[in-house]
């Protein structure tokens, strides 16, 4: 099986958009790695995140601002041989973004920012009460370094540049 790497960003921004959440790694207070799933929504190179105003993610990004987040479509088992295991895969594309975390306290840049989240998964428009945004942590991460790859590609389904 064949990786490629993706380097085309309105394809790797197709991908992103197709995921229904994002994996988010952070650092914990002991400097360990922690991994959560997250809703999320991708604008001109910036992902947004949300949770609650407090609790250990936030604590973590406050201390640790620098953050992996990545997004994962497609998974399909293939093989290249059926009685052979290690010929087996899973075909996929991948995308991995790195930045650094930092939060929106500005209430209307928050409201902006929870519009954009909800874009990502409706096309309904929403309002907002004070006392619901104000109780949100918005993350805002500019992306200073994305790869992208497409996994468990049979020869065949690899074209040649």
Known sequence: ??????TELTEIEAIIRKCPYCTVGITDLEGNPYVVPMNFAYRDGIIYLHSGPEGSKVTMAE?????????????????????????YSMKSRSVICHGNVRFIE?????REALDIIMQQY???EFKYSEPAVRNVKVWEVKIDKMTCRSFGLRPSEVTSE
């Open 1 to 6: 099986m064949k990786t490629i790497a993706i």
């Open 63 to 87: 201390k640790h601002p620098r953050v992996c987040i990545t997004f994962c479509e497609g998974h399909e088992l293939v093989y290249m041989h059926r009685q052979v295991a290690c010929s």
């Open 106 to 110: 500005d209430m209307d840049e928050k």
């Open 122 to 124: 409706t096309s309904d």
